[in-house]
Each structure stands twice: as C-alpha cells, then as structure tokens.
C-alpha cells in the first residue's frame, strides 16, 4: 500500500525530531576547538568546571591550538610522503581537558586525556596532567608542597618506592604479575620529571588531598594490553617530607569511589 506524501513528510519529519532530541544527540559536546582537513580530523575539548575558570579555559585552550595546528601540519606532511594511506580516512586525534580535583580552594589538578588514530594497528592514547594555582592563575609543580625535590633525593625515592609498591599492587589485582618486573618500571625514576604525571587525590576531609596519584599511558609500565595505570601514594607516606603548605593541604583518606579511576 501506498502512503500519502503528507503522511510520508510527517514520517520524516517525526524521524528527524526523534534523532535530534534523543539523549545520545543531546550529550554530543561541541568541540572547543577544532581542525578538519583531508589529513586529520582533530578536536579539543574543556570541562564545564575549566570552562568556569577564564584563566585556566585560556591557558588550556592555547596549548590544545598549539596540539591542534603541530598534529595537521605532521598529518598534511605524512599524506604528501605516503598518500596512500589516506585513501579511506585522515587522521583522527582527540585531546579532553578535565578536573581531577581542587584542593584548599587553590590548586587544581587537571587530566589531559589524548586519542590518536593514524591508521596503525590499533589507536593510541596519552595521559599528562596539569597543576593550576588559582591563586596566581599559573600553572606549578608539586615543588611548594616538599622541603626538597632534589633529583635522587630522600624525597624522590620514598616516592617512587610507594609508586613502584603500588602498581605492583594493581598489577596483581589485573592479574598481571608476569609484568610486574623491574623492567618495565625504569622509567619511574627519582626524579620530578621522571616519577609520571602527577595530581592531587581528592579526600574524604573537606579541602585536603588524599596524597598524589600518578598517571601513567600504555606501555609506560605495562603491555598495551594493560591499558593505563594509576598508582596513589597516600599523603602519610610523604609527611617527613612536606613543607607547611603540604601540611596544610594534606589530610584524611582516598574516597573509595576515586579508587574507580585505576
């Protein structure tokens, strides 16, 4: 049977409402920036709680451009070189910027989360981190919180001593001992730069850090099959080292939801 044009535009038009106010529609976020060529398609976005923060929106925004514009220039030189690799699809790259926690008010810790496509065997992904001071709307590093941070130092090797026990840890709860050797933690090393990306853990004390969790991409201390780590050194483990602004921020337990982040 046939149906009536009127009825087959009410059909349509029915079938259009429908897909555009369905929560999977409603939920796509708007990139806050965005390059699209032949090469790559590449999009970064802010979380609304950065977004409410000018200063640090500002900041995240210029350096997610920079990501953006280094990508498709690697992208447009790698289509010149082998453009048959581009024959189906570009490049697709995703940078998210999100808070992880803020502490006493001030400092703002933020997770940098990268997906990188090239067409390879299987995607990749990144992990950095960002501390902001809201006071001084710069970012910092977890220096101010340490009486010293010296490479090799007493403070840089009790903390990577905790690092270390603790994915060793989560490693056997993956039931990935085999890959729990030496091996795969020399890049941990006693160094600020070296110990991977750190935040601040939320706690259960109102305005305090639980103690620092460090973030760690595929194949940084594991197979690619084992995906990300966290490793979380509780801010006990730290006292002999801290300064009295660690002190102060320092204090109470790892809610146990966070523990959901590993």
Same mark, same amino acid.
């Given at each position: ?48 709680? +950065?977004?409410?923060?000018? *200063?640090?929106? @500002? /900041?995240?925004? !210029? ?9 498709? %220039? ?67 590093? +977890?220096?101010?919180?340490? *009486?010293?941070? @010296? /490479?090799?130092? !007493? ?9 270390? %026990? ?97």
């Amino acid at each position: 049977m046939l149906l009536a044009p009127t009825f087959m535009r009410a059909l349509a038009a029915a079938a259009v409402y429908t897909a555009l106010s369905s929560p999977a529609h409603a939920a796509d976020p708007k990139p806050d920036a965005v390059v699209k060529t032949k090469s790559i398609e590449a999009r970064v976005f802010l979380d609304d709680k +950065i977004k409410a923060n000018a *200063a640090l929106a @500002a /900041d995240c925004l !210029a350096e997610g451009r920079k990501w953006l514009d280094k990508n498709a %220039a690697e992208a447009a030189a790698a289509r010149k070189a082998d453009p048959q690799f581009f024959k189906e699809s570009g490049w697709d790259f995703e940078r998210k910027y999100e808070i992880r926690s803020v502490v006493a008010d001030r400092y703002v810790s933020i997770l940098r989360n990268d997906h990188m496509n090239t067409g390879g065997a299987h995607p990749n992904s990144g992990v950095n981190t960002i501390l902001w001071d809201k006071a001084d709307n710069k970012r910092i590093s +977890i220096r101010p919180f340490f *009486a010293e941070t @010296a /490479d090799n130092g !007493a403070t840089m090797k009790a903390m990577v001593k905790a690092i270390i %026990a603790s994915l060793k840890a989560e490693k056997k709860k993956r039931e990935a001992g085999e890959t729990a050797t030496d091996e795969w933690f020399k890049g941990v090393a006693p160094s600020l730069l070296k110990i991977g990306a750190v935040t601040l853990a939320p706690s259960t004390e109102a305005g305090k850090s639980s103690g620092l969790t460090l973030h760690y991409p595929p194949y940084a201390v594991g197979p690619y099959a084992e995906g990300e780590y966290v490793a979380f050194v509780p801010w006990e483990t730290l006292k002999p080292y801290l300064t009295a602004e660690g002190a102060r921020i320092f204090g109470g337990a790892r809610p146990k939801d966070d523990e959901e982040v590993q």
